[in-house]
């Protein structure tokens, strides 16, 4: 499996901004999005179950951000409104063989990374 994320860029507090995952290689069974903000952890920002379709969010991403995919299942979208300050990281897609998405908020679930997208949000 093959991921490249791509849409990061430089906005203004409360612009949106689209990222796009593009996968190739043999899809695995969910997709996920992780950022790295400067000086702080990954964190998990959403994740997709093909099977089923399910969206899990983070705590700090729910309601602003959503993530889908193209109907051939060669694209993840992580949509993004309402963008702060906060939201500013390296975002990265991610490849996972789960089902479930009881276990897609936890970077040790995923075994294929794309390089990351940084996106800068200024006040």
């Known amino acids: 499996v093959q991921l490249q994320a791509s849409g990061g860029g430089r906005v203004q507090a409360g612009s949106s901004l689209d990222l796009s995952c593009t996968i190739s290689g043999r899809r695995q069974n969910s997709m996920g999005w992780f950022r790295r903000a400067p000086g702080k952890e990954r964190e998990f920002v959403a994740a997709l179950t093909w099977n089923n379709g399910v969206a899990i969010y983070g705590d700090s991403t729910r309601g602003r951000f959503t993530i889908s995919s193209n109907n051939a299942k060669t694209t993840v979208y992580l949509r993004m409104i309402s963008l702060e300050p906060e939201d500013t990281a390296v975002y990265f897609c991610?490849?996972?063989?789960?089902?479930?998405?009881?276990?897609?908020?936890?970077?040790?679930?995923?075994?294929?990374w794309g390089q990351g997208t940084l996106v800068t949000v200024s006040s």
């Open positions: 991610a490849s996972s063989n789960e089902y479930s998405s009881i276990y897609l908020n936890d970077q040790k679930s995923y075994n294929h």
